[in-house]
């Protein structure tokens, strides 16, 4: 299997089959000295999931919802 120019392999269908990889698919590269492995990733362990890991985690320190909607309205 060849690397194209820009970095490129094509996954065999077989793989891919075996895998459940399609179109939009998450795969993730894992090296284990000389070897690389890839694997499939799920939505438990995806990029969305870490997204959504983060967003919680981060700390807002901003006005309320009640206190923004009282702006929008005018409200004093």
């Known amino acids: 299997m060849r690397v194209t120019s820009k970095g490129q392999v ?4 077989a793989i891919r089959r075996q895998l459940d990889i399609g179109p939009e698919s998450e795969v993730e590269f894992i090296v284990d000295g000389s070897v690389v492995r890839l694997r499939r990733v799920t939505p438990e362990n995806g990029r969305a999931r870490r ?6 985690s981060a700390r807002y320190d901003g006005p309320s919802t009640d206190e923004l909607m009282a702006l929008t309205r005018g409200d004093e």
Do not use: A, K, N, S
């Not at 094509?10 to 269908?13: E, F, H, W």
């Not at 997204?51 to 919680?56: A, K």
């Open 10 to 13: 094509t996954i065999p269908v």
């Open 51 to 56: 997204i959504i890991d983060r967003l919680h």
